[in-house]
């Protein structure tokens, strides 16, 4: 992988609901050479000691069977997203649909892979790791779904027919993003996202100090939870919306990469301010990870 590749994203399916579907998006990741599916939501066959998958999920996977039976099961989106730095989303909406402080930019899919290719550039394949997110067949991701993704991936269609199978949405996404890295197609690189400024010969663009490494998603979602915990010991939910105002913390944290040891320290100044209005220290998980099923 050259410098300007972009890697293989995790592909997110969130609630998957239509047999078969799981299957087929298998087999199109399997298509591209991407292998990590996450799932979101219960786990299948945990009721009713069947498989972990329906029979036409197996079928519908063909060659991409591998991709199926390695897929983990998180239960939520934001557990989801653990290690990774970029999500972007899939959504069929129009621009108006989702609530201001939910609403993220909805842009082409060589938008998508432009702002991302350059982000790429600076930080290097090995560095930032990126996830591809699907919402459920039937309306797709939900606003607080769609306010864990950076921007919001959209596929034109006709006007009379605009729904697209998850699968299918998956193959086009993932078809553009192969041949972006085969130099086969212009992108477009639009200012929708806060970019590191271009590296100095010689020096690298994030400040890392040796052994550290940038903050992922699921560790600012950690943050978000903190500090609105903190908030709410305070009159500042009195009048905002406490899932709008965690979108709108959301959007600025994904904005740009940060140390590890510099969410820590925002960490340590809310830990600060929280305890003193509560009275009392508490212990100091800040980061603590859930594994997967």
Not at 19 to 28: C, D, F, K, P, W
């Amino acid at each position: 992988m050259t410098i300007s590749s972009i890697p293989a994203p995790v592909v997110i399916f969130v609630r998957p609901q239509a047999a078969g579907n799981i299957g087929a998006l298998s087999r199109v990741m399997s298509n591209f050479g991407v292998h990590e599916l996450r799932l979101v939501g219960p786990k299948p066959g945990d009721s009713d000691n069947d498989d972990a998958f329906s029979k036409m999920d197996w079928a519908l996977a063909c060659k991409g069977a591998p991709v199926l039976e390695a897929a983990k099961h998180y239960p939520s989106l934001a557990e989801a997203l653990d290690g990774l730095h970029i999500a972007l989303g899939s959504s069929g909406k129009k621009d108006n649909f989702f609530e201001q402080g939910y609403a993220r930019p909805l842009v082409s899919p060589t938008r998508a892979l432009g702002d991302l290719k350059s982000e790429i550039k600076i930080a290097a394949p090995e560095v930032l790791q990126w996830a591809f997110v699907l919402g459920p067949e039937d309306d797709g991701l939900s606003s607080e779904e769609a306010s864990f993704c950076r921007q919001l991936v959209h596929l034109e269609t006709v006007d009379a027919n605009p729904s697209i199978n998850v699968a299918m949405a998956a193959g086009l996404f993932l078809y553009h993003w192969h041949l972006v890295n085969r130099g086969d197609i212009a992108l477009e690189v639009g200012s929708s996202v806060t970019r590191p400024q271009a590296p100095v010969e010689g020096h690298q663009s994030f400040p890392l100090a040796p052994g550290e490494r940038l903050a992922t998603l699921d560790e600012k979602e950690n943050f978000v939870d903190y500090l609105v915990q903190a908030l709410q010991l305070t009159q500042f939910f009195k009048t905002p919306d406490v899932l709008a105002s965690k979108a709108g913390l959301r959007r600025w944290l994904q904005a740009t990469q940060a140390p590890l040891g510099d969410l820590r320290m925002l960490f340590e100044a809310v830990y600060q301010l929280k305890c003193w209005g509560q009275g009392h220290f508490e212990g100091r998980d800040f980061l603590k990870k859930k594994s997967p099923t």
